[in-house]
């Protein structure tokens, strides 16, 4: 505990992104109903005299909390990991000579991220045009988009509809993580000529996750320029999404972007009967990945894949575990039905009355 006040009085004077919210995700693994803070061995005992087996006991107990709460725990307890770790490292300009126990492993499982299918998103698209009173597909103004109906008393009115159809195609075009959403701004996109002299749009992500280098993101989909004009036609500058709702620079992740947009999804899922089991904003990435993926096969291939990859800001060992080796298993399935002569014995014989 004494290195943590430490470590943590020296987190809030580093900048960084999201600052605040940061320091509130490591308050919570300190102070949490799992959080290191209220294991008897960060208070009571020396840290030189802390062992394995403490931290055997701890994991159990988180991993056992995550369970019950239906998720198995692997991020949390990473997340743990780092911490603790970092408290040794503090720790040890007392006793130079300390170093860090060993965590209990962590069997990494990866699980098939939920997405939409093409009818789904497809469907899912529709119901917001159609909430919208179909504004959403028109070429509108500035004026004519402030002018839609809104009230902030209510979150299903036409312009936060029409809000929710352009985050939609962003994140179908250019594969936006969830915190993109409160921060993307209108400025961030252009339209560039290809080496054929075709115009297309570009989004340039001001701020990247960690440390990653900011580059240029292509649309790899035909029709990302002509939405992309639409939505910038109506919002030409400033916040892209939601641009009512008040947030400043540095804190974007603090305002309740977050929050209206995963309602507002929900909601045009149950509209469109499809199920909101597992669904947050971060399903759409997950959707515009696989469905691209199962669209052009090409780019899980050598070839292409770390194009891909790079384009969408993630790796492409990601799109192996995560998207790939689904597609493949699901294929493969398939051949094997079409293949495969049905047992004669299981075949059902129709008798007449």
């Known amino acids: 505990s004494v290195y943590w006040e430490r470590w943590y009085a020296k987190a809030e004077l580093e900048p960084r992104n999201n600052q605040n919210r940061w320091l509130s995700d490591k308050r919570n693994l300190w102070n ?6 209220v294991q008897p061995w960060a208070t009571v ?17 988180v991993r056992e909390n995550c369970e019950a709460k239906g998720n198995s725990g692997e991020e949390t307890r990473r997340q743990y990991k780092t911490l603790i770790r970092n408290l040794f490292k503090e720790a040890k300009a007392d006793f130079p000579a300390l170093s860090c126990p060993e965590f209990p492993a962590i069997k990494k499982s990866v699980r098939q ?40 008393t209510n979150r299903q009115n036409s312009r936060n509809w029409v809000d929710l159809y352009d985050a939609l195609h962003m994140e179908w075009f250019y594969y936006l993580r969830s915190e993109d959403a409160p921060r993307l701004r209108s400025e961030w996109f252009s339209e ?18 960690g440390h990653r280098d900011k580059h240029d993101t292509y649309a790899y989909r035909p029709d990302a320029l002509e939405n992309v004009r639409r939505i910038l036609k109506r919002k030409p500058q400033g916040w892209l999404n939601f641009p009512h709702i008040k947030r400043t620079e540095g804190s974007e992740n603090e305002s309740n972007v977050g929050e209206t947009i995963n309602f507002l999804l929900k909601k045009a899922c149950e509209k469109a009967g499809i199920s909101t089991k597992g669904v947050d904003w971060t399903t759409c990435r997950h959707t515009a990945f696989r469905l691209t993926l199962e669209d052009y096969p090409e780019l899980g291939t050598t070839q292409y894949i770390r194009d891909f990859a790079d384009n969408g800001h993630t790796s492409p060992k990601m799109l192996e575990e995560r998207y790939m080796r689904f597609i493949q298993r699901e294929k493969t399935a398939a051949k ?5 002569s049905p047992g004669k014995w299981l075949l059902i014989i129709r008798t007449k009355n």
């Open 336 to 340: 094997a039905r079409a293949t495969i």
């Open 113 to 152: 991220k939920r997405h939409f299918t093409h009818q789904e998103w497809e469907q899912l698209v529709r119901i917001a045009s159609e909430l919208s009173g179909g504004a959403a597909r028109r070429s509108l103004t500035a004026e004519e988009y402030r002018e839609l109906s809104w009230t902030p």
């Open 32 to 37: 949490g109903t799992t959080g290191v803070g």
């Open 192 to 209: 560039q000529l290809t080496d054929a002299g075709e115009p297309q749009a570009i989004c340039l992500l001001e701020k990247t996750k």
């Open 45 to 61: 005992k020396s840290i030189q005299a802390i062992t394995s087996n403490d931290f055997l006991e701890f994991f159990r107990l």
